[in-house]
């Protein structure tokens, strides 16, 4: 049966990779063009204004952020909305009807969302090297930091595709919840630099401790303790996994 | 013996608290070709989705070729290919890709997969077409197509839900020889349908849902057997006086047709006579509706 099951791994991989590939225009391209933006503006024009941050230019201190910004979206968003299209079209039944088991339904989706990711944050990178020269303080925690945050982020999209009953469920979370945790994770600014009311507020943000985690393997500068970044990331990976697991193998929103 | 599909008191109460199946028993034997017919909302669809595990199931036991589909699920979803009632497939996928990815789900390798997809989809004459997306395929087509998609991993159990719903003649014709080839090279067929003509032409067995109980199961030949009688349509050449015809109730329709009802042992020669004597022509005759048409209300009011 492993065998049977890797192939089915690779078959729903593939076409998860197909499907964003195919819709390259609307998967690709508007993370691009909205960090270019953000380099331009925040990191070219006003950054100059800001001055150092941590010891590095505006533009070098953002960067990170941004690339986990878009890793975050696109992972969120890749398996959402596929697994909302899937379940909307009912093609998700080929899945349930196939001797798939849940986890490797649930890893054939992490994996798009991984590859979407990947494919997003090097085209970022990309853009990020026409302001900044490309600098890594450790690879192994870029490597690390990146992959937890797209696999925490697509388990989080999957959810969110599990419980959506029509496509506004699906755009509602990234507007309302995502979006602002995003902004408000450290992007732009050190977490050291908010109000110690707001510092203490920060630490229930998740996304603080991958923009964090991510920066220090880019930067060598840190907000929070790398390896308690990293556990943060990996205890939400599980929760949410286990959470997505349940769901699946019960049925939710899938099976009456 | 080991069956293609064994069903023990299987019962299913959606959340609304609707009972919509009370306790099934049913066994469909390796290669045979069985019909499960019944009214709207009767639990045929209901019956299928817990064997294809798209519906949880209250309470019952489901066996497929032997393997327990509570213990040995995969084993047991690998014996079986569906065809559902609706198109379940991305319209934006390639009709060569829907085929290689079912495919994939059943642990067929890519090299053989896309062996099986030249030779399923010519069958099914949609190789011209295959990199077409789906979306962009005729009625028919996505119907062939979802028949083609079940067949990539080569199933022993065939389960189709209303294939031919929407299909024009022609093509529901090509499709029954298609799925008698199938059945005569082995696959144990199980097929719902609302068009009676299909299950009467093609299937040995049958079993009749009604209100989530199974009221027949036994062989098309013996359920026909039990027809008392049959009504004739006789198109006439008459005064427009409705012909009296002695030992046969018969009634003159608003159209100027002569409706009568023919016992199994009575013969319809009489029929003729009487009306030959009475100076009257018939210029055409055929069956008032299908035969198993009938005997089908027939169960279904009985049990309403």
């Known amino acids: ?256 | 013996m080991t069956y293609a599909l064994e069903i023990k008191d299987l019962k299913k109460v959606y959340a609304g608290g609707v009972e919509a199946l009370r306790g099934i028993d049913l066994k469909v034997e390796e290669g045979d070709f069985y019909a499960l017919l019944g009214p709207n909302g009767a639990g045929k669809s209901t019956t299928i989705g817990i064997v294809t595990s798209l519906v949880n199931k209250t309470s019952g036991k489901v066996n497929v070729f032997g393997y327990d589909m509570d213990t040995q699920l995969m084993q047991a979803k690998l014996q079986i290919g569906l065809v559902p009632q609706e198109f379940n497939f991305s319209p934006f996928e390639t009709v060569r890709q829907i085929v290689l990815n079912q495919a994939g789900y059943y642990g067929v390798s890519r090299k053989e997969a896309l062996k099986r997809s030249e030779k399923y989809l010519k069958q099914s004459d949609l190789w011209e077409k295959r990199n077409v997306q789906a979306q962009m395929l005729s009625g028919g087509m996505k119907r062939r197509l979802m028949i083609s998609r079940a067949l990539m991993h080569e199933p022993r159990l065939l389960i189709l839900d209303e294939p031919t719903a929407g299909v024009d003649i022609e093509l529901r014709r090509e499709m029954w020889t298609f799925l008698k080839e199938l059945n005569e090279n082995g696959t144990t067929i199980i097929l719902t349908t609302h068009y009676l003509e299909e299950a009467e032409m093609l299937c040995r067995n049958i079993g009749i849902i009604q209100k989530g109980q199974l009221i027949e199961d036994t062989s098309m030949k013996s359920l026909l057997a039990k027809l008392q009688y049959e009504t004739i349509i006789l198109d006439i050449d008459s005064s427009g006086q409705a012909p009296v015809i002695k030992g046969y109730t018969s009634e003159l329709m608003d159209d100027g047709s002569l409706s009568v009802e023919v016992a199994r042992n009575q013969g319809i020669n009489e029929v003729f006579n009487q009306l030959t004597e009475q100076g009257i022509k018939v210029l055409s005759m055929r069956n008032k509706s299908n035969r198993l048409e009938e005997l089908f209300l027939k169960l279904t009011e009985e049990t309403a």
């Open chain 1, 1 to 256: 049966m492993f065998k049977l099951y890797l192939t089915a791994l690779k078959g729903l991989a593939l076409k998860e990779t197909n499907r964003y590939l195919r819709i390259w225009i609307q998967t690709l391209v508007p993370p691009v063009i909205t960090t270019s933006l953000y380099f331009i503006i925040f990191g070219n024009l006003i950054g100059e204004r800001i001055g150092e941050m941590e010891g590095f230019s505006y533009m070098e201190f953002i960067v990170p952020g941004l690339i986990m910004m878009s890793v975050i979206t696109s992972s969120y968003s890749n398996v959402s909305s596929s697994f909302f299209s899937q379940k909307f079209q009912k093609n998700i039944e080929e899945l349930l009807v196939a001797p798939v088991p849940t986890h490797i339904i649930i890893w054939g989706f992490v994996i798009g969302g991984i590859g979407r990711s990947v494919l997003v944050g090097i085209l970022v990178t990309m853009i990020s090297l026409f302001f900044v020269p490309l600098q890594v303080h450790s690879w192994s925690i870029v490597i690390l930091t990146f992959l937890m945050t797209s696999i925490l982020f697509s388990l989080a999209g999957l959810l969110n595709g599990i419980f959506a009953k029509s496509f506004d469920d699906v755009s509602i979370v990234p507007t309302f919840v995502l979006q602002p945790l995003t902004y408000l994770g450290g992007v732009f600014f050190a977490i050291s630099m908010l109000p110690p009311f707001w510092q203490v507020v920060s630490q229930f943000n998740p996304i603080v401790y991958m923009i964090s985690g991510f920066r220090f393997g880019i930067l060598g500068v840190i907000d929070v303790p790398i390896l308690f970044s990293i556990l943060i990331s990996i205890t939400f990976v599980i929760v949410l996994y286990v959470i997505n697991w349940y769901l699946i193998e019960k049925g939710r929103g899938l099976r009456s």
